[in-house]
């Protein structure tokens, strides 16, 4: 298949890991913000394979995983009502709230239903004049034309029973309150190459340079993430601070105008709570005005949300990049993806997921913290330090020669 087999070519993939090795002179620190590139590093051992010293950290990338606890319990409460028909896709499904999830709300008599669009959602809301239809429009960039345009044609088609419950975020922000620490240890980004193929790469430059750090815009399969971490080293190795696009198949510097157009015309940027992190400014979008009757969480009044993270949970720290998934004590235990404790475990593109998936057999189980005489943070600072412990090379037989595209 064109741009997948040829991304996934062992040999090429040997070939830029000896450049990188004959690159890095010291240590770097690299950070993707994208939980799809967090998946293929890990199913295929890309960490484990690179040279010591390139170090590479796991950001909050996964949209499922960056929704606010608050909004999940705004959800089921209002999936709850009777009238309510709540429709989403169904990795938000499993994701725990204060207590429960849709699946429970599902399984307590509420009509939770999965689709594969927001307008499958619309096309319901028309089947169901007398009902209420909501549609949980979570994620980044990437999926939020999408949901613009449902509003748009809900608006345009007079569906008025129609609504959004929105929580979507932005990357550019999180970038910058992540450099913003005084305890930032990322030294270069692997930019989402999906968000930038919607939004274009036009708020990056500024940031490359207010922060003096590489940004390299990388796709999503083994050899696009190599070449994302060769151009970052090598950028870093020179001293330079630009942004690169290493995705060019798919990202163009001016973006997709259509989808920014609806973007403009539907939402209005605002800020954003991110689950284990806390509010970014400006991080996010909500309805603007215009579409305000179509927000779910003005039409049903959601108020008085008290929210309750599980004490055992840690990842918060894990979105942070504090933390890899298996150095949490109920890693694999009280948390499996069939039990989550958290949203990093049940999401497709959650970190615990991936490490979960692929590599929690040749892992050595996580020191309880209570052994260990640490106490837990009782809120963590949303950027990645200390270091965490890296995996060691030998402790997994996941290459890209052993993987299943090899």
Not at 31 to 52: F, K, N, S
Not at 67 to 92: H, N, Q, Y
Not at 285 to 294: A, D, M, T, V
Request: glycine fraction near 8%; include cysteine; charge should be negative.
């Amino acid at each position: 298949m064109k741009y997948l087999d040829e991304f996934q070519d062992p040999a090429l993939a040997r070939r830029l890991l000896d450049e990188i090795r004959s690159t890095v002179t010291r240590p770097w620190a690299l950070m993707e913000v994208c939980g799809g590139q967090t998946h293929t590093i890990i199913r295929h051992g890309i960490d484990q394979l690179l040279p010591d010293q390139v170090e590479l950290i796991h950001g909050p990338g996964c949209p499922v995983c960056v929704t606010p606890l608050e909004v999940i319990d705004k959800a089921l409460e209002i999936a709850s009502r009777p009238e309510v028909i709540f429709c989403s896709f169904g990795d938000m499904l499993r994701v725990p709230g204060t207590g429960r999830d849709l699946f429970r709300v599902r399984g307590e008599g509420g009509d939770v239903r999965v689709v594969y669009s927001p307008l499958d959602a619309l096309r319901i809301a028309r089947e169901n004049p007398g009902r209420e239809v909501v549609f949980f429009g979570i994620g980044f960039e990437t999926t939020a034309p999408p949901n613009a345009m449902t509003v748009y044609q809900a608006r345009r088609l007079g569906i008025r029973n129609f609504s959004l419950l929105v929580s979507h975020v932005r990357v550019p922000p999180a970038i910058e309150a992540i450099m913003r620490s005084p305890s930032c240890r990322v030294q270069g980004f692997l930019a989402a190459g999906h968000v930038c193929s919607v939004m274009g790469t036009g708020e990056y430059p500024e940031l490359a340079a207010r922060h003096r750090v590489p940004i390299v815009v990388t796709g999503f399969e083994p050899l696009d993430i190599l070449e994302g971490v060769r151009r970052t080293v090598l950028q870093l190795e020179r001293g330079e601070h630009t942004v690169d696009n290493a995705y060019a198949r798919a990202v163009r510097p001016e973006g997709n105008p259509a989808a920014l157009a609806m973007l403009e015309d539907v939402f209005e940027v605002t800020d954003r709570a991110w689950r284990g992190i806390g509010v970014i400014p400006r991080s996010g979008w909500r309805l603007s005005p215009r579409y305000r009757e179509f927000d779910a969480e003005h039409r049903f009044s959601v108020t008085g949300i008290t929210t309750r993270e599980p004490a055992e949970c840690r990842s918060g720290e894990v979105l942070q990049g504090l933390l890899k998934p298996h150095e949490c004590e109920a890693f694999g235990g009280p948390c499996t993806p069939r039990n989550p404790l958290g949203a990093t475990m049940v999401s497709s593109e959650g970190a615990c997921a991936a490490y979960y998936l692929y590599r929690r057999l040749d892992l050595p189980a996580a020191v309880p913290r209570a052994a260990s005489g640490a106490e837990p943070d009782p809120a963590p600072d949303p950027v990645p330090d200390p270091a965490p412990q890296a995996v060691p090379a030998a402790a997994s037989t996941t290459s890209l020669e052993a993987s299943p595209v090899a």
